[in-house]
């Protein structure tokens, strides 16, 4: 089977999503407040690398000091009072006591990176009128509740291929949440290619309008997982106009 362009695009940009998820989480992000904090368990496993595959080369025993350095994603590099460095998982530091000797508590750094997230980049599944579709879009958020967002996809329909895109302006009332709802609108172009099978069929080039309203879930680290169901109208001419309806699911990847 021959791709079309969109397709091939639409490929690579997935391609592109599978091989950013690889890579590790954004590393070295400097805590809000460096801090010595006090071990109140046994001991304070320190790890060479900000991992459980790292292996333990030091322990900070019950009463010692320890300052945070940086932190990656769920790590934290702490610093003993002799100078050892090394990577410790947040739910150890959680038993520490503070200069105040009030126990730390820590907001949920992933939780936290999620709602720094700027950039987007995901891929998704469907239907579009009744016919397969695959998309793959891209979004920059402006604002908390805010985001502008672009869409590329293809139908591969039974008599005709479809290409479209689209802007999109959505908002996330709640977008502070792991599960929340969210509302766009937006315009872009839809061109409809008939099978060469089809004798007197002429492709469609229009103008395209579309709202739509999703559910975005934060799963964990750096994905979310998207469901959405829109309503297309393409401009065919001054007096004709089509009207599809799409849902779709997928998954995105944020940094």
Excluded at 100 to 128: I, M, Q, S, T, W
Excluded at 198 to 222: C, E, Q, Y
Aim: some cysteine; hydrophobic content about 40%.
């Amino acid at each position: 089977m021959i791709l079309s362009r969109p397709l091939m695009s639409i490929c690579t940009l997935a391609a592109a999503l599978g091989a950013l998820a690889a890579l590790p989480a954004r590393a070295n992000d400097k805590p809000e407040s460096i801090q010595a904090l006090q071990v109140t368990d046994p001991y304070l496993e320190m790890h060479t690398g900000p991992g459980r595959g790292f292996p333990v080369f030091h322990v900070a025993a019950r009463g010692e000091s320890v300052s945070i350095v940086l932190r990656h994603t769920d790590w934290f590099k702490v610093r003993t009072a002799g100078g050892k460095e090394g990577w410790v998982q947040r739910k150890q530091l959680e038993s520490t006591l503070t200069q105040a000797g009030e126990r730390k508590r820590f907001r949920d750094v992933l939780v936290d990176d999620y709602l720094r997230r700027r950039f987007e980049l995901g891929a998704a599944v469907g239907r579009f009128g009744g016919e397969p579709a695959l998309k793959v879009w891209s979004s920059w958020r402006l604002a908390e509740t805010i985001s502008i967002e672009g869409t590329i996809g293809q139908v591969q329909g039974l008599y005709s291929g479809t290409d479209f895109w689209h802007l999109n302006l959505h908002t996330e009332p709640w977008g502070h949440q792991r599960l929340s709802p969210t509302f766009g609108i937006g315009f872009g172009r839809f061109t409809n290619l008939p099978n060469t099978s089809l004798v007197g069929a002429l492709p469609t080039d229009a103008k395209l309008a579309n709202a739509t309203i999703g559910l975005r879930w934060f799963i964990s680290d750096r994905f979310v997982a998207r469901a959405d169901y829109s309503v297309y109208t393409a401009y065919i001419n001054n007096t004709r106009s089509g009207e599809y309806r799409a849902a779709k699911a997928g998954l995105s990847f944020f940094f």
